[in-house]
C-alpha cells in the first residue's frame, strides 16, 4: 500500500514538474519570437539592390523599395508571420500578431496609393498591370491560412512590387511610372492623417473618458443618418490595451519605412513647398514612438497616477505626428 501510494504521489510530483517545466518553456519561446524587428534600413537597402541591378534609382524606386522590404521582414522576422498561426506557442501569442495587423494595414494603404496616385497621371491614365494585381492581393484576410495563405498572397505583393521596380528602371517600357507631384503626396497625406488619428483616440481610450460628439462640427447644415449621443464614454477593454498598443506600433514601423521613401522620391517637391523640415519632424516623432519597451508588460495606469500608461505615451508621439501631416498637407496645396 504503501509503494503504491508512493508511486502515485511521484507520478503526480513528475506529471506537475512537467507541466510547469513546458510553460515555462513556451512562455521563454513566446518572448524570443515577440521581439519587434528594427525599422528598414532603406537607405542601405536601395543602394544594395542598385548595385545588384547595376542600375541608378529613377523616381519611384525608393518607394517600391520600402514596400518590397517592409513586406519581406514581415514574413522573415524572427518566428516568422504568425498572425494566421494555428498551432502552440505562437497561437497564443497577440502582440506580435497586432503588430503585423498595423503593418498590414499601413502597406494596403500604400499599395492603394501607388496604384491610383503615384503610378497615374490623371483620373483616365492606364492602371500599371503589376500594381492591379499586388493591390488586390495585399488585402487578403491577414489570418488567412489555408487556399490561398496570407504569406503567399503577401510574396505575390513582393513579386509584383518587384517586376514594377524594374518596369520603372526601363525607359522603353510605359506601362510604368512613377509621378512626384505635390497633389499625389497631399492625397497620401491626408489618409495617413485618418490612420493616425484613428489610432491616437483609440490608444487614448486606455483610461475612460467622455466626449462630446463632433461628428457634425464646422457644418451648419450638416446630418447623419441617425441620431447619436451628444456625449459619448469610450473605454478600450482591459483585454485589448497591449493589442491597440502593438497595432500602433507596427502602424508606426511600416509609416516610418515609408516617409522615408517619400523623403526620396519627392525631395525636390518638398523643397519647392519648403516642406522637407515637416516631413523630417514626422519621422523624428515616429522613431520615437518606436522607443524600445523596458517593461515586461503594458502598463496602463490612470494617466496622472503612480503608474505609466504605455498607451497614452504612445499616442502623445502618433498626435503630434499627425498634427505635423497636417502643417505639412497645408505646406502641399499653399505652400
Known amino acids: 500500500m504503501k509503494i503504491a501510494a508512493l508511486t502515485k504521489k511521484s507520478v503526480w510530483t513528475w506529471s506537475i514538474g512537467g507541466v510547469t517545466l513546458l510553460v515555462v518553456l513556451f512562455w521563454l519561446l513566446g518572448w524570443l519570437l515577440s521581439e519587434e524587428p528594427q525599422p528598414v534600413a532603406l537607405n542601405t537597402a536601395i543602394q544594395q539592390t542598385a548595385a545588384e541591378l547595376e ?12 514596400v518590397i522590404e517592409s513586406l519581406s521582414t514581415l ?27 498595423g503593418v498590414v494595414q ?6 492603394l496609393a501607388l496604384r491610383n496616385d503615384f503610378s497615374r497621371s490623371q483620373s483616365q491614365s492606364v492602371e500599371n498591370p503589376n500594381l492591379v494585381v499586388a493591390q488586390p492581393a495585399m488585402n487578403i484576410d491577414h489570418t488567412s491560412w489555408f487556399a490561398p495563405t ?24 510605359h506601362s510604368a511610372q512613377f509621378y512626384a507631384r505635390s497633389d499625389n503626396l497631399r492625397r497620401y497625406m491626408q489618409e495617413l492623417e485618418k490612420r493616425l488619428g484613428s489610432l491616437s483616440r483609440r490608444l487614448s481610450a486606455s483610461v475612460a473618458r467622455v ?8 457644418d451648419a447644415v450638416a446630418v447623419q443618418s441617425t441620431a447619436s449621443l ?5 473605454k478600450t477593454s482591459w483585454w485589448q490595451i497591449d493589442n491597440t498598443f502593438y497595432e500602433a506600433r507596427g502602424a ?10 517619400v523623403e526620396i522620391d519627392f525631395a525636390e517637391v518638398l523643397s519647392n513647398k519648403n516642406a522637407l523640415i515637416s516631413l523630417q519632424q514626422i519621422i523624428n516623432e515616429l522613431e520615437s514612438s518606436l522607443q524600445p519597451v523596458s517593461s515586461p508588460m503594458i502598463l496602463n495606469g490612470s494617466g496622472f497616477g503612480l503608474l505609466a500608461n504605455h498607451s497614452l505615451v504612445m499616442a502623445n508621439y502618433l498626435s503630434r ?7 505639412l498637407r497645408n505646406l502641399l496645396a499653399e505652400g
Open 150 to 173: 496570407a504569406e503567399n498572397e503577401y510574396k505575390t505583393v513582393i513579386n509584383e512590387v518587384k517586376q514594377y521596380r524594374l518596369a520603372l528602371l526601363d525607359s522603353s517600357d
Open 230 to 234: 451628444q456625449a459619448i464614454r469610450q
Open 211 to 218: 466626449e462630446p460628439d463632433l461628428a457634425l462640427a464646422g
Open 106 to 111: 499601413m502597406t494596403r494603404d500604400m499599395l
Open 252 to 261: 508606426s514601423w511600416a509609416i516610418l519605412n515609408f516617409l522615408k521613401a
Open 55 to 66: 542600375v541608378e534609382p529613377v523616381k519611384g524606386f525608393a518607394t517600391s523599395t520600402a
Open 75 to 101: 514574413l522573415n522576422k524572427r518566428g516568422g508571420y504568425m498572425s494566421n498561426d494555428i498551432l502552440p506557442p505562437t497561437v497564443w501569442l497577440d502582440n506580435i500578431p497586432a503588430w503585423e495587423f
Open 321 to 327: 505626428a499627425n498634427a505635423a501631416l497636417i502643417d
